[in-house]
């Protein structure tokens, strides 16, 4: 009989072993998470993909001891791409790192929904097909392999918690005819470029979000000013080079950095706006002063500006394959980039707020004690 209820699979576990289980599966989905990170750089190290391989066997082989069966064969699909790739027969990329990485994402997320009594994230029929096309992935050709992933990617990664699903007058926004002005400025911005459609509203809704959620430690209609116009002046900019996959020039680089000047500028111009102002100038800073225009580190860039230096390196980063038409990048890697640079690129304390906006981590129950 399948298991549909973790109760029901495990009635009287005592705490300790669920404390336990939960503690390695933690560990075993972080560790795996930086091995695939690692593979990028060296995708034909048989030491890292072995180490892989062993702890998703791990992960699945926890899962049966625990009583969570059910989810195990969306691991064996992972190990059904591992396999060959382990072998030598097809090559990694990063096409099937985020594949991967999204495979074992939604089962991290599985676990935790289970664990905390809520229903599947995918309905049984569904996840049975979509494991099925996992697995044939590892048997395409590698022209094919593409379109492939691209079909089952949305289905693991469908990037509801990408965006808070809370609307902008939700934000105590103050009404003022500037405001919709830039609004009505971005319709016509965002069709600039692959990279842009729907990215403005996308990284609005995720600023505004991440300030709530501290407190509103920055005034919310400057920030969404600040938000609407931090990339205005991009539009402005030869397509060629926004989207040039070399090595820009020196030069290129100048007319790029730009930017944050003249999206600054224009805010000052319209009056009120200085505070909106400032974040647009500083939002390419980093923590370590290894930013622009002006190589600001972490205490004197304004709280607004870390904030916008967070939500859009996650967007660009989702987005990064919009000219090519190559899937979206998912969610947890989006994540990870951001968190791999917590402390030296983006400030320790945005970060944190970030990960408590984006993606929530639940903690397991208490095990049910009845007999």
């Given amino acids: 009989m399948a298991v549909t209820d973790f109760k029901d699979a495990y009635s009287n576990p005592d705490a300790e072993t669920i404390t336990d289980f939960f503690a390695d599966f933690e560990d075993a989905y ?34 049966i001891y625990i009583g969570l069966a059910d989810i195990t064969p969306l691991l064996q699909s992972v190990e059904d791409i591992l396999e ?10 990063d096409l099937l790192s985020d594949l991967i990485l999204a495979a074992m994402d939604h089962t991290h997320q599985w676990v935790q929904s289970r664990l905390a009594g809520n229903p599947d994230l995918i309905m049984p029929d569904t996840m049975q097909q979509l494991c099925a096309d996992i697995s044939a992935i ?21 990037k509801a918690n990408s965006e808070p699903r809370t609307q902008l007058q939700q934000f105590k926004i103050d009404t003022h005819a500037d405001l919709n002005f830039m609004e009505s400025l971005l319709a016509a911005v965002d069709q ?3 990279y842009w459609h729907g990215r403005t509203r996308r990284i609005a809704l995720l600023a505004l979000a991440m300030n709530k959620h501290a407190g509103q430690p920055v005034d919310p209609t400057q ?28 030069h290129e680089r100048q007319q ?24 647009v100038l500083e939002h390419h ?3 370590n002063g290894e930013g622009y225009p002006m190589g600001l ?27 090519v038409n190559l899937p979206q990048r998912p969610l947890i890697r989006a994540i990870l980039e951001i968190n791999r640079h917590a402390g030296s690129l983006f400030n320790q304390h945005w970060v944190d707020t970030f990960n408590d906006v984006v993606r929530p981590r639940q903690k397991p129950p208490a095990p049910n004690t009845h007999s």
């Fill in 138 to 158: 590892a048997l395409a050709s590698e022209s094919d392999r593409p379109g492939l992933i691209g079909k089952v990617l949305p289905l693991l990664d469908p």
């Fill in 30 to 63: 972080q560790a795996s998470e930086s091995l695939l990170l690692k593979l990028e750089h060296a995708p034909e190290d048989d030491a890292l993909l072995n180490d892989l391989f062993r702890r998703v066997h791990t992960i699945k082989g926890n899962l």
């Fill in 256 to 279: 790029l950095e730009e930017h944050t000047r003249a999206g600054s500028a224009l805010l000052n111009s319209l009056g009120h706006w200085s505070d909106a102002a400032r974040m």
């Fill in 285 to 287: 800073e980093r923590a």
């Fill in 297 to 323: 580190t972490d205490e004197h860039t304004c709280e607004g500006a870390k904030i916008l230096a967070i939500v859009d390196t996650f967007d660009a980063c989702i987005n990064s394959r919009a000219h």
């Fill in 192 to 194: 600039r470029s692959p």
């Fill in 84 to 93: 060959p790739l382990r072998k030598g027969q097809i090559r990694y990329n």
């Fill in 223 to 250: 920030l969404l000013a600040a938000v609407y116009m931090h990339d205005f002046a991009m539009a402005f900019l030869p397509l060629s080079l926004l989207h040039k996959p070399e090595r820009y020039t020196a």
